[in-house]
């Protein structure tokens, strides 16, 4: 949930507010809790009150469920300033490029769960740079993204261009683009080989996944050096985008 007036969104979950805590206390405006989840955030609290920052114990749960507007709060609920989003520029790009960065790009992945997924996935296997559209279709950081990363916002760097399809051409030349593709031949176990040099050297990766829908744009798929798949029975067209993501992850990192 986003308060427009104060300007926080409320970050609910009980791994996601204690990777927050740990990780980046100071973030934390405000936190409320249950008597159940006090015991864990003590070191949080401490430092709160010296910083004259608000922290409660709940007299109900339904007061946490108030504050982040779902039933999935886990006994605690944090509010922090609402996220800016840095906009990528070419030096940027470039800067990613030279020191050989594997970078994940979706393009329009609409739903803020699947977002959250994708993020968890990507903090698990070490990919750290994230980058999302402007377009309308794209999910933002939001309380649920933030729940179902259990932690891995913490983990990770969020950038936003102004689409996919620009990214993917502002990579020409310095990535191997890879976009995840059901029609296409390669395979996922053809990775490896598509993203190393000509002397068995890893270069940097660009991997763009697509709509939960529609999948690749036309224009990002056109742009990609290599389009990929994962191969199934045939029974089912394809998986969905957090379970591709996962496996796609999962293959980068050992490459």
Same mark, same amino acid.
Not at 58 to 83: F, K, N, T
């Given at each position: 949930?986003?308060n427009?007036?104060?300007?926080?969104? @409320?970050?609910?979950?009980?791994?996601?507010?204690?990777?927050?805590?740990?990780?980046?206390?100071?973030?934390?405006?405000?936190?409320?809790?249950?008597?159940?989840?006090?015991?864990?955030?003590?070191?949080?609290c401490?430092?709160?009150?010296?910083?004259?920052?608000?922290?409660?114990?709940?007299?109900?749960?339904?007061?946490?469920?108030?504050?982040?507007?779902?039933?999935?709060?886990?006994?605690?609920?944090?509010?922090?300033?609402? #996220?800016?989003? #840095?906009?990528?520029?070419?030096?940027?790009?470039?800067?990613?490029?030279?020191?050989?960065?594997?970078?994940?790009?979706?393009?329009?992945?609409?739903?803020?769960?699947?977002?959250? @997924?994708?993020?968890?996935? @990507?903090?698990?296997?070490?990919?750290?740079?994230?980058?999302?559209?402007s377009?309308?279709?794209?999910?933002?950081?939001?309380?649920?993204?933030?729940?179902v990363?259990?932690?891995?916002?913490?983990?990770?760097?969020?950038?936003?261009?102004?689409?996919?399809?620009?990214?993917?051409? @502002?990579?020409?030349?310095?990535?191997?683009?890879?976009?995840?593709?059901?029609?296409?031949?390669?395979?996922?176990?053809?990775?490896?080989?598509?993203?190393?040099?000509?002397?068995?050297?890893?270069?940097?990766?660009?991997?763009?996944?697509?709509?939960?829908?529609?999948?690749?744009?036309?224009?990002?798929?056109?742009?990609?050096?290599?389009?990929?798949?994962?191969p199934?029975?045939?029974?089912?067209?394809?998986?969905?985008?957090?379970?591709?993501?996962?496996l796609?992850?999962?293959?980068?990192?050992?490459?």
């Amino acid at each position: 949930m986003i308060n427009k007036q104060t300007r926080e969104l @409320a970050v609910c979950g009980f791994e996601a507010v204690r990777a927050l805590a740990e990780h980046h206390p100071e973030r934390v405006r405000r936190l409320f809790f249950t008597q159940d989840r006090a015991k864990f955030f003590g070191s949080l609290c401490k430092a709160m009150a010296t910083s004259r920052r608000l922290y409660r114990l709940v007299e109900s749960p339904s007061e946490l469920e108030r504050l982040c507007q779902s039933v999935h709060h886990q006994g605690v609920v944090a509010m922090i300033d609402l #996220p800016e989003i #840095p906009e990528l520029d070419m030096a940027m790009v470039k800067e990613w490029a030279a020191r050989g960065t594997r970078v994940l790009a979706l393009d329009r992945v609409g739903n803020a769960n699947n977002l959250g @997924a994708i993020i968890r996935s @990507a903090a698990f296997f070490g990919i750290s740079r994230i980058v999302i559209g402007s377009d309308d279709e794209q999910a933002d950081i939001s309380t649920s993204s933030y729940r179902v990363a259990q932690g891995g916002m913490e983990f990770v760097e969020i950038w936003r261009s102004p689409s996919a399809a620009w990214l993917v051409g @502002a990579c020409a030349g310095l990535f191997t683009r890879i976009g995840a593709d059901h029609r296409s031949r390669n395979r996922l176990s053809d990775l490896g080989e598509l993203v190393s040099s000509s002397k068995g050297e890893s270069v940097p990766v660009l991997l763009v996944l697509g709509n939960e829908e529609t999948g690749l744009s036309r224009e990002v798929k056109e742009s990609c050096d290599h389009l990929v798949r994962i191969p199934g029975t045939g029974d089912i067209e394809s998986l969905n985008v957090a379970q591709a993501a996962t496996l796609f992850l999962y293959e980068l990192a050992r490459v």
